[in-house]
């Protein structure tokens, strides 16, 4: 019998009327803007409040780049598929381009870790056609749920790692941020995020801070 089609890897766009709007808004500031970008970031939610909790961080740390936020919330691989397949990254040639997402395949979802992988490997491949010149910054998918024995975070843990086994011998740069948001005793505090999932205004800082020296080399490097 053929296999049905994985949803992870078969782009699709969302249909709430915020999402279509938000599609066409930045379709605009890339066009806009063009020539000048210099970082993208793409991805879910997380990254998408680098426009709301994570504003003043990023005003602080990375003013001076020019970038395109295409972060959209509630975003799963599939929809970051279908962004790219419809004209998200053309016309531009940013020289890094950062991403985040899986987290929403895992946990909304609850699909097989075999299957959120190959939707965020489809991404990169998809970024590599499409800006063969660009570094690719990937973001291990953050930490989730309370303590570390609780069945998501061990499924984001289990993704994280095929992730890096996979990108290791590739040019993706692969960052994992989770000791950033950990207690010593592997808790994620309510004060980093209240909901287990998105980050605490303060949280953004400490992203910034740490993605700073890795941003300005790969700016300088190319």
């Keep these: 019998m053929p296999t049905s089609p994985s949803l992870s890897t078969t782009p699709c766009p969302q249909t709430a009327k915020w999402w279509q709007d938000r599609f066409k808004e930045k379709f605009l500031e890339a066009k806009n803007k063009s020539s000048n970008i210099e970082l993208v970031l793409l991805g879910d939610s997380i990254m998408h409040a680098w426009e709301a909790e994570g504003y003043e961080e990023w005003q602080r740390h990375f003013a001076g780049i020019e970038t395109l936020n295409l972060g959209f919330a509630g975003d799963r691989t599939?929809?970051?598929?279908w962004r790219i397949e419809n004209g998200a990254l053309e016309g531009i040639s940013p020289k890094i381009i950062a991403l985040?997402?899986?987290?929403?395949?895992?946990?909304?979802?609850v699909e097989s870790i075999d299957e959120t992988l190959k939707g965020i490997i489809s991404i990169i491949n998809l970024v590599n056609k499409k800006i063969p010149n660009a570094k690719v910054l990937l973001f291990a998918v953050f930490p989730r749920s309370k303590r570390p024995s609780a069945r998501l975070r061990l499924r984001v843990n289990d993704l994280n790692?095929?992730?890096?086994?996979?990108?290791?011998?590739?040019?993706?740069?692969?960052?994992?941020l989770t000791h950033l948001f950990l207690d010593e005793h592997g808790i994620l505090n309510e004060d980093v995020s209240p909901d287990y999932l998105h980050l605490s205004r303060h949280q953004y800082k400490k992203w910034a801070e740490y993605i700073q020296p890795i941003i300005d080399k790969h700016?300088?490097?190319i």
């Design 78 to 81: 599939e929809h970051v598929l």
């Design 100 to 109: 985040l997402i899986g987290t929403n395949n895992i946990g909304h979802r």
């Design 161 to 176: 790692k095929r992730l890096e086994e996979t990108v290791e011998d590739t040019d993706v740069c692969y960052v994992d």
């Design 219 to 221: 700016l300088s490097n």
